[in-house]
């Protein structure tokens, strides 16, 4: 069945960086998009950057442009997202998600940006 593991958050000073990894397993990995996502206590899940199935197009939600980079390795079916200038607002559960006929989510980890 569809697996997404992801690691990679913890706790970071204001500016600080972070690498968050999602590894894939269950599906052709090279055959789909791959998205992170991320929900703060009290607010709705939002979409945090998007990757296409080769790697060739991302996009990202505006509040992260310049800052945060998603990228994937097909041959080892990781997705990762590079976190930089990381800002207080940036704290929330980051989820890796992919679509296979139904939504399928990872079990999120935590970023915690605080001084």
């Known amino acids: 069945q569809v697996q997404l593991v992801g690691s990679g958050g913890g706790l970071v000073q204001p500016g600080g960086s972070l690498r968050l990894s999602c590894a894939a397993s269950?599906?052709?990995?090279?055959?789909?998009?791959m998205s992170w996502y991320r929900q703060a206590p009290g607010k709705k899940r939002e979409l945090v950057a998007t990757?296409?199935?080769?790697?060739?197009?991302?996009n990202y939600a505006e509040s992260v442009k310049g800052r945060f980079t998603i990228s994937r390795d097909n041959a080892k079916k990781l997705v990762y997202l590079q976190m930089n200038s990381l800002k207080p607002e940036d704290t929330a559960v980051y989820y890796c998600?992919?679509?296979?006929?139904?939504?399928?989510w990872g079990q999120g980890t935590q970023v915690t940006v605080s001084p």
């Open positions: 998600f992919t679509k296979i006929f139904r939504d399928h």
């Open positions: 269950g599906f052709t990995f090279s055959n789909y998009a």
């Open positions: 990757i296409t199935r080769d790697g060739g197009s991302t």
